[in-house]
């Protein structure tokens, strides 16, 4: 009588119990958390995501919180930076997420999903949201943000040291990566991700 699970269209293969151990771990750069901030009335969102290993934090400007608008913004986020840095990213079962397959074909970068009522499972992503919410208030509207607002917020974080990094930044710790993608690829990594336009 309680009817179906809403949210039982997240695959086995795709469940955080399925993650490789490495993504634990935070050894490797490219392994992403993501979630929505939502303004009032969960009317208005921002997209965000946290770098697993540097806690790297970017924001992205999302026209709706539904799942078109979601893909969307996350492929514009995954698109600015270098194919290495764009693994994967745990989400948790949010009906806006139900485009990751679309996601992951046109991103390369595999969803995988934490259990619900299981926020300890996306501990960077909510300790992030915690921090910008001091910038982006619940019961604000927020889609006035333009994409360069956000990007000046997401700077707040990621220019602060962190105990975790040895008193380091996030962006800079992010950025240490880019040298050893380019030997990799035979060349000049090319990222115009926002985070290069922050400054420590």
């Known amino acids: 009588s309680r ?30 958390e993501g979630d929505l901030i939502k303004g009032a009335f969960n009317r208005s969102a921002v997209a965000t995501l946290v770098e697993r290993s540097t806690r790297l934090v970017l924001l992205a400007q999302i026209d709706a919180p539904d799942a078109q608008s979601t893909q969307i913004g996350f492929e514009r986020m995954f698109g600015q930076m270098p194919a290495a840095l764009r693994q994967t990213m745990t989400y948790d079962r949010g009906s806006e997420m139900t485009c990751h397959q679309a996601l992951t074909e046109n991103t390369g970068v595999k969803i995988y999903f934490a259990d619900p009522h299981s926020p300890w499972q996306r501990g960077s992503n909510e300790n992030a949201n915690g921090l910008i919410r001091q910038y982006l208030p619940k019961g604000e509207d927020l889609s006035g943000y333009t994409q360069s607002v956000l990007d000046a917020l997401a700077q ?35 990222h115009n991700s926002t985070a290069t336009h922050l400054t420590p």
């Open 156 to 190: 707040k974080p990621n220019s602060g040291p962190r105990k975790v990094l040895d008193f380091g930044t996030p962006l800079k710790a992010y950025n240490e990566y880019l040298p050893a993608i380019a030997t990799e690829a035979g060349g000049v990594a090319s």
């Open 3 to 32: 009817g179906s699970d809403r949210r039982s269209w997240v695959p086995d293969a795709l469940r955080i119990t399925s993650r490789p151990e490495e993504i634990e771990e935070r050894q490797i750069a490219g392994h992403w």
